[in-house]
């Protein structure tokens, strides 16, 4: 319950803070410090606190359903994801924002809060982007999470990080997969004692 | 009253300033990112088809995590039998 009053105090925090109602919203790249989603021991660590999170869920099986537990595994990876971007991105920011969201109203029993949003949405300029531009634009900022009344070019950037951090995810998540599965045999014949070591590195060599 | 007019027209003047050149930047870099694009080494990609594809291709990422999700949930309700599959769940998981 403490994390989860933290967490509240670092979006009150935010806010107060105007990070999402700032007008100059492109950082310089130089000062900006980057989670990179590429290197092994981001994934590393992912997948041992991926770990962790699932090994919480298997202690308080709910219900045996499979729905509510397909639930709870997505938002335990997309939860670990968020917090390994340690705040620094939107995206990030909003997947642990909605989970808290939810999670409060679930236990306070009432109707979900409405969130404010900015009083005075940020339009895409309308001189500069065609209509069909426009409305690409607006599709991307449905698809990446906390994005929808943001500036184009922060746009872009919060999508460039959130498909690097998905493409983790999903290594990470397929190692583990198939290290309960039981892994394929390995061209090179290893035994099962290196499987641990799959589960660190990337599928696919990092460019 | 028109102070508040003018602050916020100041205030979008700050963000108008982000040159067309920071835009095809990032666009080029998201451009590198997608598989789709980048194996087809074609070096003039539209901005509308980078945003295209770049939605196409978030979808795909989601879909892909839904589905690992999916095989997780299933494998570790599985784990009655005393098979070694269940022993390495439950020495990992449990």
Redesign the interface.
Known sequence: MASLISYLKFEEESKRKKLWKTGYELRDPNSRSETSWRSESEQRIYSTKLVDALRLVRRNPSTADKVSSFREIREAADRVLAVAAKGRTRWSRAILASQLRLRLANNMKHKRAKVTGCSRPKRLEKKRFSPTLQRKAGLLSRLVPGCRKVSFPNLLEEATDYIAALEMQVRAMTALTELVTGPPVDRLGSTSNSVHCRLCLPRSPPS | MSSRRSR?RQ??G???N?TDE??TD??S??QQ??PEIRNRRSNKVS??KV??E??N???S??R???D??????????TTDTDS??AA??RS???
Do not use: G, P
């Open positions: 916020s205030q979008s700050v963000s108008s982000i920071q835009i990032l666009v870099k998201l990112l997608i901005a509308s945003l295209q770049t939605c291709y978030i979808r990422l989601h892909e995590v839904d690992l999700s999916d095989r997780l949930s299933d494998l570790l309700a070694a599959q390495i769940i990992l998981l449990m």
